[in-house]
T-cell receptor, first 112, second 111 residues
Framework: SAVISQKPSRDICQRGTSLTIQCQVD?????MFWYRQQPGQSLTLIAT?????????ESGFVIDKFPISRPNLTFSTLTVSNMSPEDSSIYLC?????????FGDGTRLSIL | DAKTTQPPSMDCAEGRAANLPCNHS???????VYWYRQIHSQGPQYIIH???NNETNEMASLIITEDRKSSTLILPHATLRDTAVYYC????????????FGDGTTLTVKP
């Protein structure tokens, strides 16, 4: 199974700032997925990131707020832009297109 | 993806079997049943999946009814470390990354 590393593991940020979360996988994968888990809630898919093309966003999520990069087959970043307290969540990276998914341990983000 | 229904919480005594039910009455013929769990402060962990036959691995067993409208995840000898939120997800295998997570079942294993 894939090993997924996310950085940072947690952060506390000021409102109005932006934070970029990194996701590194130990094997090449076609698709990477970004999820959000708000406090006390389940996971919600933000977007799918393919190498060499623009990310595909789910309903309710937009590129200006959550820009994503996918420079190669083992790495992706998610930026949370112009943060507000409502963005306080755990952000998780995931892989697994034609097989069971695997998740990183997430980035726990708090906005003051 | 088909919608799933799980009880919000369950308790289990340590050392006993934990049986977690999931209803998925609108499941399609090409959709698999996947189970994940999320231990506090960690990402979801894959447990097991199946299409229509019962499955067993080192972690758990999955029992799928003949009509495929429901399933049960069985942890044969629950330990305190099995305390977690358990998610039942139904989806086609080729769409594996785009999972729709419900609220899951919070399993509490008690000494």
């Amino acid at each position: 199974s894939a090993v997924i590393s996310q950085k940072p593991s947690r952060d506390i940020c000021q409102r109005g700032t932006s934070l970029t979360i990194q996701c590194q996988v130990d094997s090449q994968v076609t698709m990477m997925f970004w999820y959000r888990q708000q406090p006390g809630q389940s996971l919600t898919l933000i977007a799918t990131a393919n190498q060499g093309s623009e990310a595909t966003y789910e309903s309710g999520f937009v590129i200006d707020k959550f820009p994503i990069s996918r420079p190669n087959l083992t790495f992706s970043t998610l930026t949370v832009s112009n943060m507000s307290p409502e963005d306080s969540s755990i952000y998780l990276c995931s892989v697994g297109q034609n097989q069971p998914q695997h998740f990183g341990d997430g980035t726990r983000l708090s906005i003051l | 993806d088909a919608k799933t229904t799980q009880p919000p919480s369950m308790d289990c005594a340590e050392g006993r079997a934990a049986n977690l039910p999931c209803n998925h009455s609108t499941i399609s013929g090409n959709e698999y049943v996947y189970w994940y769990r999320q231990i506090h402060s960690q990402g979801p962990q894959y447990i097991i999946h199946g299409l229509k036959n019962n499955e067993t691995n080192e972690m758990a067993s999955l029992i799928i009814t003949e009509d495929r409208k429901s399933s049960t995840l069985i942890l044969p000898h629950a330990t305190l470390r099995d305390t977690a939120v358990y998610y039942c997800i139904v989806r086609v295998a080729t769409n594996a990354g785009k999972s729709t997570f419900g609220d899951g079942t919070t399993l509490t294993v008690k000494p």
